[in-house]
């Protein structure tokens, strides 16, 4: 969609506009504290490191911003491309980490002032407290003053360092300097961490991208271009630095403090460069301060009003002064929280904070452009894309989360506490007020449900036949003996597999065996003489209920003759059934399903042994009395339809002539491109099964209640078995309680072990399709 800005930024002045969103107080404050926590000049080696490790995420933002320009920046990459939950985190990181680099250049931008001015040396604190209320009421009046002199303030603090770097390289001592490449330095990824902070703004290039000509080929190199010119700028002017000042004794002379912190650009000018140059990089760390300050302030202050909008934070955080035409709330909170940071915080702490969450912030950056690139989103289209995809967002992941836990425990605890809050904060006001979810979900849940498709058309498509073995034992009820045989021929009818209905009966251990267990054939018991089952009509055509066979009658003996009756005696009768079906590599093993043991923790039985033992699928018949219809319900309790599951209701339904019902939950607050993710599954599945089938979306809460309501009406119900576990036991399975509520028969369908998914990926898919 048109903009109507007009795309006028050519290469120059969009790396100007990163450029100064990193070049900023941190340059003129870190070198001395990161000198102490590396102990030695490897320091210039941790700026190298920390400008290289932000290169993957500044590629995938690249590559996003060309997508999609849109200001917003990474908050906006990585709340389209996760989601709300990783997007509230990413607003969140992004304002406290810009708010740490604001307090970052008061509290260390102060020392220059007492370098100029002695005498306020014990009121550093309350300055620079009174500083952030001054800018805080700068940008309440008018963000247009805050950044009005924001490229004149970066062009001067270059040439000012530019400056000290040609004036002090003559001057350095080779001796200060030695060891400033050493990759063995102790501390090296410490001092990587804590300079981190220094090249927050680097994304700042996508907020503009819609006024930038030609895209594809500007902001890649704009972005790329202004990280190595900013890089080659911090390690220059720290080589200088460490290469002239002797820090452990100006530390001992009072000149630095025993962290590092001060003054330390001023005082290396004051070495190389005279009275003039000291003026001069003091002066352009005083406007470091003014600049990074204002300028942090006035970014923080603008996510919580970004995500006021998305709904993510109460919506006073959106509400502009019409005075000032400024979020007031927004800046005010925000300049509260840079002042508690000065006040509470040491300096080495407010750097390691803000670095711990612009890393987090990285990580998700690159996260998010994983999510759009492998959720195959509609209107996707980059002009630019990332290279060594995967590779290279999993580099800068990796590289990120290594770096994190190097910040120290404080900063790594508190970014940890602040994301979980975050979490929690979502999941109590968020999440009720938005059905939005990110392009990586809904595009993994196209995956999923693709997957699903390939493996049950590739089932539906074998032609095979599928060998089923009927369990009946001294327990059995001879009408549900019935029935399942009923339901197994209905089931090989079109296959053309093989029944086996096998009595298995117990008898007493026996001392001396005769080697293996014998199953004779039998003829046909006095139940099976009277079973019924629905079958094809002389012209071929299916109705419910369709005409009826006898296994009596002459004429259907004859058509059943795949039909075997054994007799097994047993000692142990779910161990046989286990063997039986193992040796004659049967399919399917049907049995009467017990509910009162499949409730029990510690209690075994014919059921439970069977599940956890069966080398094939395992159907469970709960019968109450079937004898045809005209719709078979089938049910998923969690995540995609099984195959086998599938297979076993359609082949039901050729037989009888009956309509399938396939019955899915979402929640009732489900967003819309979850909605029709599902329906377009359910939609594919249609066409891949071979009788008529309905579709029916639930959007319910409770799963069990909303499948029983729609299911009560069904004269079959085919759904999944769970594993077995402390949960059920406690709370009940799905699938069993949505079998124990309804009134018609069901059949619970254990596909064999290899087709199930573990507890993982049932987990995720159960989240991606029903929760």
């Given at each position: 969609m048109k903009s109507g800005l007009k795309r006028d930024l050519g290469l120059f002045p969009t790396m100007a506009i990163a450029i100064g969103a990193m070049v900023g107080a941190g340059i003129f404050i870190l070198p001395g504290v990161a000198f102490m926590t590396v102990d030695g000049p490897a320091v210039v080696l941790a700026f190298l490191l920390a400008g290289i490790l932000i290169l993957p995420a500044a590629f995938s933002a690249s590559e996003m911003a060309t997508a999609m320009p849109e200001d917003g920046g990474s908050y906006v990459f990585v709340e389209r491309g996760m989601?709300?939950?990783?997007?509230?985190?990413?607003?969140?990181?992004?304002?406290?980490?810009?708010?740490?680099?604001?307090?970052?250049?008061?509290?260390?931008?102060?020392?220059?002032?007492?370098?100029?001015?002695?005498?306020?040396?014990?009121?550093?604190?309350?300055?620079?407290?009174?500083?952030?209320?001054f800018f805080t009421i700068i940008n309440i009046v008018s963000a247009?003053?805050?950044?009005?002199?924001?490229?004149?303030?970066?062009?001067?603090?270059?040439?000012?360092?530019?400056?000290?770097?040609?004036?002090?390289?003559?001057?350095?001592?080779?001796?200060?300097?030695?060891?400033?490449?050493?990759?063995?330095?102790?501390?090296?990824?410490?001092?990587?961490?804590?300079?981190?902070?220094?090249?927050?703004?680097?994304?700042?290039?996508?907020?503009?991208?819609?006024?930038v000509k030609d895209p594809g080929k500007t902001i890649p190199r704009a972005m790329i271009g202004s990280i190595v010119f900013t890089t080659?700028?911090?390690v220059a002017v720290v080589y200088v630095a460490v290469g002239v000042v002797d820090i452990p004794a100006a530390i001992e002379a009072g000149d630095l403090q025993s962290d590092g912190e001060g003054p330390i650009m001023a005082l290396a000018a004051e070495q190389v460069l005279g009275p003039i140059g000291t003026a001069v990089i003091v002066a352009a760390a005083l406007l470091a301060l003014?600049?990074?300050?204002?300028?942090?302030?006035?970014?923080?202050?603008?996510?919580p009003f970004a995500m006021a909008r998305d709904g993510l934070v109460p919506p006073a955080f959106e509400r502009v002064s019409p005075r000032f035409s400024t979020p007031v709330l927004s800046v005010v909170v925000s300049g509260g929280v840079v002042a508690l940071m000065i006040i509470f915080l040491p300096i080495d702490q407010v750097a390691k904070f803000g670095s711990a969450f612009q890393i987090i912030v990285f990580i998700l950056v690159n996260l998010a452009l994983i999510g759009f690139r492998e959720g195959a989103v509609d209107g996707y289209d980059p002009v630019f894309t990332s290279p060594l995809y995967p590779w290279m967002q999993i580099f800068g992941m990796a590289s990120g989360l290594l770096v994190l836990t190097q910040v120290g425990f404080v900063p790594f605890a508190g970014a940890a506490f602040i994301t979980v809050v975050s979490i929690v904060y979502f999941y109590l006001y968020v999440r009720p007020r938005t059905d939005r979810e990110g392009a990586a979900r809904t595009g993994v849940r196209k995956s999923v449900g693709e997957t699903a498709l390939k493996r049950t058309k590739d089932l539906f498509v074998e032609q095979r036949g599928y060998d089923t073995l009927v369990v009946v034992t001294d327990d059995t009820p001879s009408e549900t003996s019935a029935q399942m045989l009923r339901l197994a021929v209905e089931f090989s009818d079109s296959r053309q597999g093989d029944i086996t209905?096998?009595?298995?009966?117990?008898?007493?251990?026996?001392?001396?065996?005769?080697?293996?267990?014998?199953?004779?054939?039998?003829?046909?018991?006095?139940?099976?003489?009277?079973?019924?089952?629905?079958?094809?009509?002389?012209?071929?055509?299916?109705?419910?209920?369709?005409?009826?066979?006898?296994?009596?009658?002459?004429?259907?003996?004859?058509?059943?003759?795949?039909?075997?009756?054994r007799e097994i005696e047993?000692?142990?009768?779910?161990?046989?059934?286990?063997?039986?079906?193992?040796?004659?590599?049967?399919?399917?093993?049907?049995?009467?399903?017990?509910?009162?043991?499949?409730?029990?923790?510690?209690?075994?039985?014919?059921?439970?042994y069977v599940l956890k033992n069966a080398p094939c699928a395992v159907l469970l018949v709960e019968d109450r009395g079937f004898d045809g219809g005209d719709e078979i319900a089938v049910g998923t309790n969690s995540g995609t339809y099984d195959p086998v599951k599938l297979l076993v209701a359609n082949e039901i339904a050729e037989g009888t002539g009956a309509t399938l019902t396939l019955l899915q939950t979402v929640p009732a607050d489900a967003s819309d491109e979850r909605r029709a993710v599902v329906q377009e599954y359910h939609d594919n599945l249609r066409r891949?099964?071979?009788?008529?089938?309905?579709?029916?979306?639930?959007?319910?809460?409770?799963?069990?209640?909303?499948?029983?309501?729609?299911?009560?009406?069904?004269?079959?119900?085919?759904?999944?078995?769970?594993?077995?576990?402390?949960?059920?036991v406690v709370f009940g399975y799905p699938g069993d309680r949505l079998v124990d509520n309804i009134d018609c028969t069901a059949v619970m369908v254990q596909p064999p072990d290899k087709r199930r998914s573990g507890l993982i990926q049932r987990a995720v898919i159960d989240r991606l399709f029903n929760n």
């Open positions: 989601g709300p939950l990783l997007g509230t985190i990413a607003g969140v990181g992004n304002w406290f980490m810009l708010s740490f680099k604001g307090a970052l250049a008061l509290v260390g931008g102060v020392p220059y002032l007492v370098f100029i001015t002695p005498g306020i040396a014990e009121y550093i604190i309350p300055l620079a407290v009174a500083l952030a209320i247009k003053s805050a950044g009005r002199f924001q490229f004149v303030i970066v062009g001067v603090m270059i040439a000012a360092l530019g400056y000290f770097i040609v004036g002090g390289v003559p001057s350095i001592v080779p001796e200060q300097a030695s060891g400033a490449w050493n990759f063995g330095s102790g501390g090296l990824l410490a001092a990587t961490a804590l300079v981190f902070i220094s090249y927050a703004g680097v994304i700042k290039i996508s907020a503009v991208a819609e006024e080659a700028l911090y003014a600049s990074t300050a204002n300028a942090g302030l006035l970014s923080a202050s603008r996510f209905v096998g009595t298995f009966t117990q008898v007493p251990p026996r001392i001396f065996t005769a080697g293996d267990t014998k199953s004779p054939r039998t003829d046909p018991p006095e139940w099976a003489m009277n079973a019924t089952t629905s079958s094809v009509s002389m012209d071929d055509g299916r109705s419910g209920g369709g005409a009826q066979k006898n296994l009596n009658d002459t004429e259907s003996a004859g058509e059943l003759s795949n039909v075997t009756f047993t000692e142990d009768v779910g161990r046989a059934v286990v063997e039986y079906a193992s040796f004659h590599e049967e399919n399917f093993i049907m049995l009467e399903r017990r509910a009162e043991e499949l409730y029990e923790l510690y209690r075994g039985g014919l059921n439970k891949i099964l071979t009788v008529d089938a309905d579709s029916r979306v639930l959007e319910t809460d409770d799963r069990v209640e909303g499948l029983s309501r729609f299911a009560e009406s069904a004269d079959l119900l085919v759904t999944t078995t769970q594993r077995r576990g402390l949960q059920g």
